[in-house]
C-alpha cells in the first residue's frame, strides 16, 4: 500500500471514475473505493476516529471515563451550520495537538474557516441587537 496520502487519494478517484474496467458497474467502482477509503478511516462520509476523543479524568467528580464526539456535542447542543462549522473547525486544530488528526489537515484552511464563519455569527448578533 502507497504511503503517499495523496497516491492514496488518486487510488479512490481512480477507482470511482475509471472507464477501464468496462465489466464492473459503477456501483461496485463506488462500493469498492468506499471500502478502502473505510479502511484507510477517512471518506466515508461517517464518523472517523479524529472526532472522537476518550476522556479518562472528567471534571466531573465520581463520572467514569467516556468517549466524546464531535457531532454528539453540536447536535446536543443545538448548533446551526455556522457554529457547527467553527466547533468542528476547533475540534480538528485542536485534536491534531493531540495526534488524531485529519488526513491531510490544513491548520490554515480550517482558522480561515473559523473566521469566516466567526464573521458571519458576529452580523447575526449585529442583526439581533437592532431588533
Request: aromatic letters at 8%.
Amino acid at each position: 500500500m502507497p504511503n503517499d496520502v495523496s497516491k492514496l487519494d488518486e487510488i479512490v478517484e481512480d477507482m470511482i471514475h475509471s472507464e477501464k474496467p468496462k465489466r464492473t458497474r459503477p456501483a461496485v467502482r463506488v462500493a469498492r473505493a468506499e471500502k478502502l477509503a473505510a479502511m484507510l478511516g477517512e471518506h466515508t462520509g461517517g464518523s472517523v476516529d479524529y472526532y472522537q476523543l476518550y476522556i479518562e479524568h472528567p471534571t466531573t467528580p465520581k463520572r467514569k471515563p467516556y468517549t466524546v464526539e464531535c457531532n454528539d456535542i453540536i447536535e446536543a447542543l443545538g448548533m446551526d451550520f455556522a457554529e457547527g462549522n467553527v466547533f468542528k473547525a476547533l475540534w480538528r486544530t485542536a485534536a491534531k495537538r493531540v495526534g488524531k488528526m485529519k488526513r491531510n489537515h490544513d491548520e490554515l484552511y480550517d482558522a480561515e474557516k473559523i473566521v469566516f464563519f466567526g464573521n458571519r455569527l458576529v452580523e447575526r448578533a449585529r442583526r439581533n441587537l437592532k431588533r
